[in-house]
């Protein structure tokens, strides 16, 4: 599969053209194979309206599910049953279509109205919760605004972290068909929308000693939801039946493949004889001492290159192997990660590697930094993805002031990418076949997003936002959100949600480029009811927090 495989997908040869499984609907109905109908109001698991009081009484009847035209159509209705008010249908393929990892994307038409609740998400096989990736949510009063949550952890110690995406004033995710889906790599998950990443979680991100959960079987669900705590209830607006449309559910393979990762120590200040010979340690060489040596470049600084497979990996740099100087790391220090074993606590420097070669920039010894903190305080890896409207596969490179020039991977469609590790705030610039891109008057220059920020869609050679050609659906570069882009409908020169001034203002945002990504995570208390005690009603507060806020 690819990083951006309908838009920039890597190369060929790590992109299977066909997924492990699917569901096209196409057949004469719905595939027992693959599916179980979920009935009733959730009293079978202690939790009426499912946990979240929602209202609708779920049925194996074609008048809430059936297949025509080629997709799913889950239909809630305005019909009293088994002491519910509404009926509609609920999809899972436990037991029947399950795995660990992979692209698994779904194209689905949803409903607006106040109080529909359509979802796309999984589960864990093992029946235990928590541990859900909700795929697609939006609350049908808010049709505008895409939900993408995790929920890890293990009770009392829920640990949720979530995003949402917001389409542009007067367009919604009901109007059309969308693809969403997610990227779930070894030790993070990436969501998208028709094709592109707008949001990640990484193991890193969860808090010390939190579980996370995602490296074990998991299954789909497909439902409409009426009422609950989250949505409310329909009002005499929301029109019945409501549609939930899914021309497919798809799950693809992830690459194996390993890529480069260039591994950087600056030595300078470790007063190192001629002799003295840094090297790196970590879980892919069995920590095994002196047997990855680095290479210095005769002004301090060591580098390594290692080709490696996607996932999460942990290291520490040391002198002369274990016998000399090594990197000492406490829990909760930034840029680490902690393995807690039996009695005793590893703190290590990690690097998440997926489909795109990564550059960690220098760091010091015991530290994210550089020697003498030349570099700010916040270093994280970042994805850079440039589109070149013309120019495809050729050579380009992004150059981070204050850290260096790393090349860029080409893939499909004009669309380069690189991993490097950067400060947060940092200036950076695109070149493509040796020429340096000039930004439009008024722009400013590029910079780095913080450290859990995330850029959505790539950004476009020479242009402050978006390309020339990306309000066209059918172009490789096409962005859904292309009406806030200079030159697809917004002003040029205009601030994008951050700034009160702008149209677009969102108070909520932490971007200006006009997506409106919040981009921030939200640590749920346990004791939801602030009753003292973490029990059974707390949890049925939490399962209404399917979305990404915290209960008040
Ligand atoms: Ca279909």
Same mark, same amino acid.
């Given at each position: 599969m690819g990083w951006l495989l309908s838009a920039a997908g890597p190369a060929a040869s790590q992109? &299977?053209?066909? &997924?492990v499984w699917a569901d096209e609907f196409n057949g004469p109905g719905i595939s027992t194979a693959n599916w179980t109908l979920e009935t009733g109001t959730g009293a079978q698991y202690g939790l009426v309206g499912w946990g979240n009081n929602e209202l609708q009484y779920y049925t194996g009847s074609q008048q809430n599910a059936y297949v025509a035209d080629g997709r799913l159509h889950i239909v809630a209705r305005a019909a009293s049953l088994g002491g519910m008010a509404y009926t509609s249908a609920r999809l899972m393929s436990r037991g029947k279509v399950f795995g660990t990892h992979g692209r698994i994307e779904a194209r689905i038409r949803i409903p607006s109205g106040k109080g529909l609740w359509p979802a796309f998400w999984m589960l864990r096989e093992n029946g235990v919760w928590p541990g859900e990736i909700d795929i697609m949510e939006v609350i049908g009063s808010v049709p505008y605004r895409l939900h993408a949550t995790s929920h890890q952890g293990a009770l009392p110690n829920l640990f949720s972290l979530g995003s949402h995406l917001d389409a542009p004033s007067g367009v919604d995710w009901t109007q059309d068909f969308h693809v969403y889906g997610v990227e779930w790599w070894p030790g993070s998950i990436v969501w998208t929308i028709d094709g592109e990443p707008y949001f990640e979680v990484n193991k890193a991100d969860i808090l010390p000693n939190h579980a996370w959960l995602f490296e074990e079987d998991m299954y789909l669900l497909l439902n409409l939801a009426v009422g609950g705590n989250w949505p409310g209830s329909p009002d005499a607006t929301t029109v019945f039946p409501a549609r939930m449309e899914v021309d497919y559910v798809r799950w693809f393979d992830l690459p194996t493949a390993a890529v480069p990762v260039t591994f950087r120590l600056d030595a300078n200040t470790l007063g190192l004889s001629a002799s003295d010979i840094v090297h790196l340690n970590g879980s892919f060489n069995g920590w095994c001492g002196a047997c990855t040596p680095m290479v210095h470049n005769g002004s301090g600084q060591w580098s390594k290159v290692v080709w490696l497979p996607p996932g999460v990996h942990e290291y520490k740099f040391t002198v002369n192997g274990w016998s000399g100087a090594a990197d000492a790391m406490t829990p909760g220090d930034f840029c680490t990660l902690s393995t807690y074993g039996t009695g005793i606590t590893y703190v290590n420097r990690y690097v998440t590697v997926r489909d795109v070669p990564v550059s960690l920039s220098a760091v010091c010894l015991n530290s994210c930094l550089t020697c003498g903190g030349t570099v700010p305080a916040t270093v994280h890896v970042h994805t850079f993805r440039m589109h070149h409207p013309s120019v495809l596969g050729g050579s380009a490179a992004v150059a981070i002031a204050g850290v260096g020039v790393f090349p860029m991977q080409a893939g499909a469609a004009g669309v380069y990418r690189a991993s490097v590790s950067v400060p947060a705030g940092a200036a950076y610039q695109y070149t493509v076949n040796g020429v340096p891109e000039v930004l439009p008057a008024g722009c400013g220059a590029r910079s780095v997003p913080p450290a859990g920020g995330f850029q959505p869609f790539a950004e476009c050679f020479a242009e402050c936002v978006g390309c020339g050609i990306c309000g066209d659906p059918g172009a490789a570069a096409y962005n859904p959100f292309a009406a806030f882009t200079a030159g697809c409908g917004e002003a040029p020169g205009i601030p994008g949600c951050t700034v009160p001034t702008a149209a677009n203002y969102a108070p909520w945002a932490t971007w200006d480029d006009g997506s409106c990504v919040a981009g921030t995570e939200e640590v749920c208390p346990a004791d939801w009811d602030a009753s003292g005690t973490v029990n059974v009603s707390d949890l049925l507060i939490l399962l209404g927090a399917f979305g990404s806020e915290c209960v008040d």
């Open positions: 992109t &299977p053209a066909e &997924p």
